[in-house]
């Protein structure tokens, strides 16, 4: 089954860390751009950013919300993305989830969404 | 940042009824543009995708037009399922950007 999966959720403290990661299968995980995308409770989906694949160098691209503060990595290895959070605000409370940009354009794959809690 | 205003914010329809959602960018983004249909909890579907083309496995209810600043999503006809939230986003340029949301409820 084609499909991508979150996890490392959870509840942190302002100014924690926390690594999230995207487990993919059913496709070629190393083919593609890979994004997160999040939605605070209640809110609109805020992309968060997103990592190329290995023909493009694996390079990124962040939002300024959380650039300089969030770092995407993958292991193609392993079929898997992560979301490395560090420096956590309140602000960043929300559902992320990982999404498949086919083509490096249009989003066409979501996963279900991990939750992050920010708070003391 | 390209801003991208959808309107209306909010709905109310019956089933059967034909929908249309707008979409405005507030640049020109040519056709890349796609639309997402999300219910509560759950993770967003992508429908559409380069303005009009439907992604695969969405039902031709579903149409997308549009290019430059202004687009459209029309529902043709609406079906109890379909009641759910819509968001339009432009993959233009970064950083990718979404719309508001549309809610879609029964009237």
């Known amino acids: 089954e084609v499909q991508l999966v979150e996890s490392g959720g959870g509840l942190v403290q302002p100014g924690g860390s926390l690594r999230l990661s995207c487990a993919a299968s059913g496709f070629t995980f190393s083919d593609h751009y890979i994004d997160w995308v999040r939605q605070a409770p209640g809110k609109g989906l805020e992309w968060v950013g997103r990592?190329?694949?290995?023909?493009?160098?694996?390079?990124?691209e962040y939002a300024a919300s959380v650039r300089g503060r969030f770092t995407i990595s993958r292991d193609d290895s392993k079929n898997s993305l992560y979301l490395q959070m560090n420096s956590l605000k309140a602000e960043d409370t929300a559902v992320y989830f990982c999404?498949?940009?086919?083509?490096?354009?249009?989003?066409?794959?979501w996963g279900q969404g991990t939750l992050v809690a920010v708070s003391s | 940042d390209i801003q991208m205003t959808q309107s209306p914010s909010s709905l109310s329809a019956s089933v059967g009824d034909r929908v249309t959602i707008t979409c405005r960018a507030s640049?020109?983004?040519?056709?890349?543009l796609a639309w997402f249909q999300q219910k509560p909890g759950k993770a967003p579907k992508s429908l559409i995708y380069a303005a009009s083309s439907l992604q695969s496995g969405v039902p031709s209810k579903f149409s997308g037009s549009g290019s430059g600043t202004d687009f459209t999503l029309t529902i043709s006809s609406l079906q109890p399922e379909d009641f759910a939230t819509y968001y339009c986003?432009?993959?233009?340029?970064?950083?990718?950007?979404f719309g508001g949301g549309t809610k879609v409820e029964i009237k």
């Open positions: 990592t190329r694949n290995k023909a493009n160098r694996y390079t990124t």
């Open positions: 999404a498949r940009a086919q083509g490096g354009n249009h989003f066409d794959l």
């Open positions: 640049q020109g983004i040519s056709n890349n």
């Open positions: 986003q432009q993959y233009n340029s970064y950083p990718l950007t």
